[in-house]
């Protein structure tokens, strides 16, 4: 990276008021309750003062924006932890990891993280899963040899085709 980006890129992120807008093609920038690139943003929000929280995207190139509510694994409001843009199943996706703050001192818990998914074409809620982006791989189960799962990361996608519409779902590996 030359140094005027990276000058220019700490600049961005110092004055605090950066926006999707001044991004470059890309740049990713993450606050407590949002994701923006040039293209897309993704805001999280509390729904009410219980565990609902809602995802909102919205596609900063059309101005097309639609929200999506869910239940947080914990009481409190979750933040976002990674995003990509993934090519699966022959769509276009969006994964969003969420990260749910976990304020007990319980040694076994290191952390609480979900990924959710969204069609990139039309910003519609495919499916969720327990843990990280990193952990979803990147071959469908259908095309998995038994002799390789012991290899293959701990969330594996299968493509489906239904009248709903949803084009895969992720299935967590079990240990057989």
Not at 8 to 20: E, I, K, M, Q, R
Not at 26 to 50: C, K
Not at 79 to 90: G, L, Y
């Amino acid at each position: 990276m030359s140094r005027q980006s990276v000058l220019s890129l700490f600049l961005l992120l110092s004055t605090g008021s950066a926006s999707a807008q001044e991004l470059s093609y890309f740049q990713t920038l993450y606050d407590e309750t949002s994701v923006a690139t040039q293209a897309l943003t993704i805001r999280l929000a509390p729904v009410d003062q219980d565990i609902r929280f809602s995802v909102t995207l919205r596609n900063n190139e059309t101005g097309f924006e639609r929200r999506h509510e869910f239940d947080a694994s914990v009481p409190e409001m979750p933040t976002p932890f990674q995003f990509e843009q993934r090519r699966i199943c022959d769509i276009h996706a969006i994964l969003l990891t969420v990260d749910y703050p976990w304020r007990h001192h319980w040694p076994q818990v290191a952390r609480i993280l979900d990924t959710f998914a969204f069609r990139a074409t039309d910003l519609a809620f495919i499916d969720v899963v327990e843990g990280a982006l990193t952990d979803i791989a990147l071959l469908d189960s259908s095309e998995i040899a038994a002799e390789d799962m012991a290899m293959q990361p701990s969330i594996l996608v299968e493509c489906i085709s239904n009248e709903s519409g949803s084009p895969f779902r992720f299935q967590l590996k079990t240990n057989n």
